[in-house]
């Protein structure tokens, strides 16, 4: 058998395996562009959630009850945990750890645009559970069926900690709206300027996503751009309407005949330019990042010289 | 002071000093050498806010006075909070972190042993609460100091620097107030001078091992159950207290 002919017979194997809702696992094969397509996709998800965990540490000290933070530390370690399950989760394609942050660093791997944005006031850690966690949930319950088995198993995971998270952000929200009008104010205002960039969330429309055609076939992605962030309008609408906050959308409204509701358009040129890196925070938290693991070289190199010390140790003791 | 006045304060001074080391840890959150380090740095962190919250809900209880633990924590000044002034310390680098963490976990470790003994049924249950987590901490903080004290000169000089620091703020933590005697003579509170041997026969072994010079002829600070502070305290509550303060009437 020639390896165009092994090529084949794999290629037919990966693909009766997506077909049959089988989950590909780290020691299948499989062609290079799905594996190509994960580590990108994944080390991402990973990357998010990891520097997702700075405008909210933006108001760890600043929490306003003994309550809100616990909530609030153990929803930034959550992330943490979540970042480590992503990387464990994307290891398994062959890349470490360590490769996965200095493509950070380099700029050559990038996270959820979310997060170049600043959290100005308490309202945000709302806004942030709410709106940015709420849409998160959407594609990942999405992505609790992706054909990968790690990266599915992670999913189901991550799910269940997000769903409390984006249920202790509108209880934030609740609270405020039912507080002063002080506590209004900042809650109207977090929603004004959390609502489009978590629309944005779900990437460029369908027609504008390159990758999407290709990852729908491989069932790494089971539900289209388009879909997902109107599945996310539908739900979130209720709740807003709910507790009395206006979505910062005139064209927003609900459509008979679709059963869904109409928005306005998005403002995919903002989208772009935080993409390429010109954000509010993009330099901010990549900087912080890029420190903190500096500032850690120390302690990780002595740790290993320990553990070094510790084998050689034993060694002699045989 | 009646003992339930006493009791009160001594239940808020061990939340204060939990609180102030919870908001210390807490801004760790993504500044560990490792995102594990990271995750464990908060998940102590929330382990000492359990701590305080459950100290300033009984605090609370005994005072009887309408104030909640979120009044306690968030409504009092600088020279209102008992905490020692080691955990105003702040996070200079990995080495003050892990030292100070290691030296109040010593103290911990021995002082709410002993508190799971006290004749108060509450406090001896906080405490034997307290203490499966701070059996972790204490292994946590005493793992990390092996591995930068045997580890790379560079490490080993860091942790050093710290201890110069940091010692200055260890004495005051076995110092008796009036209420410290008065609730130890009724067998609530612990009695100090035992915890204080066991501290430095732990520590100073430890320190040995590690080639550790204890600091000799240094400042040594005093009356953090007076209200004493070193100026970082009134930094830390600026930040804490600033939603409270600035929108008095708001619920959270």
Redesign the interface.
């Known amino acids: 058998m020639d390896n165009n002919e092994e090529y084949q017979k794999n290629l037919l194997e990966f693909e009766r395996k997506i077909e049959a809702e089988e989950k590909i696992e780290p020691r299948d094969w499989m062609p290079d562009a799905y594996r190509h397509h994960l580590i990108r996709q994944m080390s991402q998800h990973a990357h998010s959630e990891?520097i997702g965990?700075?405008p909210e540490?933006n108001w760890?000290?600043?929490a306003?009850?003994?309550?809100?933070?616990?909530i609030l530390?153990?929803k930034?370690?959550d992330e943490?945990?979540h970042?480590?399950y992503l990387?464990y989760a994307a290891e398994t394609l062959g890349v470490s750890r360590d490769q996965f942050v200095q493509w950070l660093h380099e700029g050559k791997a990038k996270y959820s645009s979310i997060f170049n944005y600043p959290s100005l006031s308490?309202a945000d850690i709302g806004a942030i559970g709410w709106l940015v966690d709420g849409a998160a949930i959407v594609n990942q319950v999405s992505l609790c069926r992706t054909s990968y088995g790690p990266y599915s198993r992670a999913m189901v995971r991550i799910c269940k900690e997000e769903s409390f998270h984006q249920r202790q952000g509108y209880e934030i929200m609740c609270?405020m709206m039912n507080?002063?009008e002080?506590?209004r104010k900042m809650a109207q205002d977090a929603m004004n300027r959390w609502w489009w960039p978590s629309l944005m969330m779900f990437g460029p429309t369908d027609n504008d996503s390159p990758n999407s055609q290709r990852a729908m076939k491989w069932k790494i992605k089971r539900e289209s751009n388009d879909k997902l962030r109107q599945k996310f309008i539908d739900k979130t609408m209720d709740q807003a309407e709910f507790i009395g906050l206006t979505v910062p959308d005139p064209d927003l409204k609900w459509n008979e005949e679709t059963q869904h509701y109409d928005f306005g358009q998005i403002d995919w040129e903002e989208f772009y330019e935080v993409i390429k890196g010109r954000g509010p925070c993009n330099r901010q938290r990549l900087e912080?990042?890029i420190q903190?693991h500096q500032?850690?070289?120390?302690?990780?190199?002595?740790?290993?010289?320990?553990?070094r010390?510790m084998k050689e140790a034993k060694k002699e003791l045989v | 002071m009646e003992t339930k006045e006493m009791i009160a304060a001594y239940a808020t001074r061990l939340g204060d000093t939990s609180l102030i080391l919870s908001?210390r840890l807490?801004?760790l959150?993504?500044?560990?050498?490792?995102?594990?380090?990271?995750?464990a740095l908060?998940?102590i962190?929330?382990d000492h806010?359990?701590q305080?919250?459950t100290f300033?809900q009984y605090a609370a209880k005994l005072n009887a006075n309408g104030l909640n633990?979120?009044d306690i924590?968030?409504r009092r000044n600088e020279r209102e909070y008992d905490n020692f002034q080691l955990v105003e310390q702040p996070n200079t680098?990995?080495a003050f972190v892990m030292l100070r963490q290691y030296l109040v976990d010593a103290f911990n470790y021995h002082y709410y042993s002993a508190l799971c003994d006290s004749n108060d049924e509450t406090l001896a249950a906080i405490a034997a609460k307290a203490i499966k987590e701070v059996k972790y901490h204490y292994r946590h903080s005493r793992e990390w100091l092996?591995?930068?004290g045997?580890?790379?000169e560079?490490?080993y000089n860091?942790l050093d620097n710290a201890l110069v620091h940091l010692w200055s703020y260890t004495k005051e933590m076995f110092t008796p107030d009036a209420i410290d005697e008065a609730l130890a003579s009724l067998g609530i509170a612990v009695d100090l001078k035992s915890v204080q041997e066991q501290w430095e026969r732990d520590v100073f072994e430890f320190f040995s091992e590690l080639k550790l010079q204890i600091p000799e002829k240094i400042f040594q600070a005093k009356g953090c159950k007076e209200g004493n502070h070193t100026e970082l305290l009134g930094h830390?509550l600026c930040?804490?207290q600033?939603?409270?303060r600035a929108?008095p009437?708001?619920?959270?």
């Open positions: 990891v965990m700075q540490g760890v000290n600043r306003p009850s003994l309550r809100s933070k616990k530390i153990a930034i370690q943490g945990g970042g480590l990387y308490w609270d507080g002063t002080d506590q912080t990042h903190s500032e850690g070289e120390w302690v990780r190199n002595s740790a290993r010289e320990y553990s010390m | 908001h807490a801004k959150y993504a500044s560990g050498p490792t995102l594990e380090e990271s995750v908060t998940n962190s929330l806010l359990g305080a919250t300033y633990e979120d924590a968030y680098d990995f092996l591995r930068l045997k580890g790379t560079e490490a860091k830390i930040e804490m600033y939603l409270p929108y009437d708001a619920k959270w």
